[in-house]
């Protein structure tokens, strides 16, 4: 079975500060992990994914995320933050060694980023 | 590239009246194709997979069902819908079969409000 736990309901920064979302898994083999992103009224976008590999992990926007594998964490971070950053951020999984309907994520609940100018 | 569309934007239907959403790719072909559906602006709760034409697997027992008649066509249905049917509903595509490490592609959704 896989899992993902995003335990902050809201991150709250300042403008230029940096910024972390939190993101904890759980699969039985090995992972891949994804973030997106979304606006309000949009659908969700792919920011970037750990397939193997490099532990930091480089997306768009200016985002990354450290994958740990002792920690079975994959928290997105970004150095400098801003105003529109500001929107809904999802963490999901999948198991590698899952069978079946293994293409199928699952996804956080989502974390609510809120950067104040 | 590809693109995914989804319509209407909005939608405000009263209770137990039908329902048809639809969704659209191209610029790819034999996509996995997905619905979900989002309270609250929140979590995501999968609805219907689809690997192929006529393929449908239904994640949560409800009111709703799913068809995909044509590859790249994926059609979210009700006869009678109920006040929780209202939400934000995203379809979503992403590559065929065993590449599970590529990512969802998601249209802008739906917002249907029931009456």
């Known amino acids: 079975a896989q899992s993902v736990a995003q335990p902050e309901d809201q991150v709250n920064v300042a403008e230029g500060n940096p910024l972390t979302v939190k993101c904890t898994y759980s699969?039985?083999?090995?992972?891949?992990l994804f973030w997106y992103v979304q606006y309000p009224n949009r659908g969700l976008q792919f920011l970037l994914k750990?397939?193997?590999?490099?532990?930091l992990v480089k997306g768009s926007y200016g985002f990354e995320a450290e994958f740990n594998k002792s920690q079975t964490s994959f928290h997105l971070k970004k150095p400098s933050a801003l105003v529109s950053d500001s929107a809904l951020y999802f963490c999901?999984?999948?198991?590698?060694?899952?069978?079946?309907?293994?293409?199928?994520?699952?996804f956080g609940r989502g974390t609510s980023l809120i950067v104040h100018p | 590239s590809q693109t995914i569309h989804q319509w209407p934007a909005t939608l405000v239907q009263p209770v137990g009246s039908p329902l048809s959403l639809e969704c659209t790719v191209e610029?790819?072909?034999?996509?996995?194709l997905y619905w979900y559906r989002q309270a609250a602006g929140r979590g995501l709760q999968l609805l219907f997979y689809?690997?192929?034409?006529?393929?449908i697997s239904s994640e949560v027992p409800q009111n709703l069902s799913a068809s995909r008649p044509q590859d790249r066509q994926f059609i979210l249905s009700s006869k009678k819908l109920l006040l929780s049917d209202s939400g934000f509903y995203l379809c979503?595509?992403?590559?065929?079969?065993?590449?599970?490490?590529?990512?969802?592609?998601f249209g802008d959704g739906t917002r249907l409000s029931i009456l």
């Open positions: 689809s690997v192929g034409i006529g393929q």
């Open positions: 699969v039985s083999g090995n992972p891949y």
């Open positions: 979503a595509w992403s590559v065929r079969g065993g590449a599970s490490n590529q990512p969802q592609h």
């Open positions: 610029g790819t072909s034999n996509p996995n």
């Open positions: 999901a999984v999948r198991d590698v060694g899952a069978s079946g309907g293994s293409y199928i994520p699952t």
């Open positions: 750990y397939i193997t590999g490099d532990n």
